[in-house]
């Protein structure tokens, strides 16, 4: 028996979560804009249909959004992340294995003896249960290979259904033929370009090549791409794998010229990166500071500076690497700069089971470490900033803008949406 | 005005804290003995389980919201302005559940009454007449009412 692969994306994600608690927003075009209302990060299929581009920058299309009254939202991960959490909850209780790929897309097996059909029926339901348990609409492509299911997913997107299975000779073909080579999973605009000139449009005509050839070409990447649109699986599903390095860095609201701001900014996001670490019973061995400074805010070039060092002994004690952070950054920082974005990496993660404690220093004291426990328990229960380091600023200006947020109905007692009694 | 807000918000920030910290040490379990000396009680072994309000009232955690409730049309099943709904999606409406129904726009709570080829919203207050739900009508049930949470 054939085994399957199955993508489940939800449809215009963050757009989707919005309307779920406002119901005055169904059928109406939506922008979701990125941290500190740039750019556009998300539309609802009315919004792409009146032509707002992905990655427009927000004061260029504000004029159209006015005239046109597409409802434009501050993007509201504590949301998304929520739903999306949900969506995955389900799809875990259902499948065989799953490989969660983003935000809003995951994949996923049935057992190898389940007939086709039955498979398709299988996703008919799930379809059907993630609208009505987290009212989020999704879209489901089954086929052979992970390539092909993303293409199937792309196709059930039209599909009234909201299912499409890619597994006979006739729909492979028709499906591929159709499909133009940009699209296909993994070709970016770079092998896009490329293929365009040798002639090479369509999925279809791309999985025709030689293998041997677009190996020269394109690499083993290429040569997979090839052998999974003809229907021959490579890409088995990834388990998830702890992160070999965490880095949090935000842009600012508003430029920050003071090395106090930039500390407090940076403490701040020190602090997520640690809380980040621990979660994951990990310690950093090395850190990496880095800041971007606007040279000319005409053409928005930027200079982008940064310093490594290593720590002491690893580490994912919070106030430590603020202290060590704090080193790194007035080495860096310079007068009169005008700075937009900073941040942190935690490098080099370790199992916090295989530290090895340094003869000459002193090992963290399960006092810190129970200080730590505790500050991650009450943020996560209360609510960030419910205990914070004095080093994070107690009114940070700098903070992001969000103008037009939604609330945070589902992780937060003060979010909750109103019912109407 | 906005300082004596924020505050007023520490305080309750801080006596959330408290109950925390009292939840934590004090987590009752479902039995407790005093040891004697000599004596073990046979309860003893029975110490394993506290009791989670959220097994009681959440069956289905992907399906499950919080709604607050703002207006008093619904007070005589019991549900007060400022009260916190537990809204499950995944029960089906049914004639006289309490449901959560996006009507034009807004998410209301109301009894649903479905009889023969007739659809009501229903308040549970006189002060409100029904809500006829006619063809055409922006309208669909959003989910089904489980608990409510009021402070008493």
Known sequence: MKKYYILVDCNNFYASCERLFCPRLEKRAIVVLSNNDGCVVARSQEAKQLGIKMGEPYFKIKDLCE???????????????????????????????IQIYSIDEAFLTFPDQMPLKEIFGHCIEVRRLIKKWVGIPVSIGIAPTKTLAKAAGAMAKKNPQGVFCIASRAVHE??????????????????????????IRTAWDFQKQDPSAVRKSMGVVGERMLWELRGRSCLPLEKAQPK????????????????????????????????KVREQHCCAQ???????????????????????????????DT??????????????????????????????????????????????????????????????????????????????????????????????????????? | MKKQNRSAFRKKDIDAIYQLIQHKFYRLPLYQSLVTAGFPSPAED?????????ELLIKHPAATFFLKVSGSSMINAGIHDGDILIVDRSIEPAHGKIVIAALNGELTVKRLHLEKNRVQLVAENSAYPPIEVREGMDLHIWGVVTSVIHTV
């Open chain 1, 67 to 97: 005239r046109l009254k597409i409802v434009v939202c501050s993007s509201n991960y504590q949301l998304y992340g929520d739903l999306s959490q949900r969506v995955m909850r389900i799809l875990i209780g259902i499948a065989e294995e």
């Open chain 1, 174 to 199: 028709t499906v591929l033929k159709d499909f133009p080579v940009g699209d296909v999973w993994g070709i970016g605009s770079r092998f896009q370009n490329r293929l365009h000139a040798l002639g």
């Open chain 1, 244 to 275: 070999k390095s965490i880095c949090c860095s935000r842009s600012f609201g508003n430029v920050i010229t003071e090395l106090d701001d930039l500390a407090e900014a940076l403490s701040t996001y020190v602090n997520t990166a640690c809380i």
């Open chain 1, 286 to 316: 090395a850190i990496c500071v880095f800041a971007e400074a606007i040279i000319d805010s005409q053409t928005g070039l930027r200079q982008h500076d940064s310093k490594t060092a290593s720590l002491l002994a690893p580490t994912n």
């Open chain 1, 319 to 421: 106030s430590q690497i603020i202290t060590a952070a704090k080193s790194c950054l007035a080495a860096i920082f310079q007068k009169e700069k005008r700075y937009k974005k900073c941040g942190i990496i935690l490098l080099d993660l370790l199992p916090e089971a295989n530290v090895m404690p340094d003869l000459f220093l002193q090992p963290l004291s399960s006092k810190r470490k129970r200080l730590a426990e505790v500050y991650d328990h009450l943020n996560a229960r209360f609510g960030k900033r419910t205990l914070f380091y004095g080093a994070m600023g107690v009114n940070p200006h700098w903070k992001m803008r969000s103008e037009q947020g939604s609330g945070h109905y589902t992780t937060s007692w003060d979010g909750l949406a109103v019912a109407k009694a």
């Open chain 2, 46 to 54: 029975e110490i394993d389980d506290t009791l989670d309000l959220n």
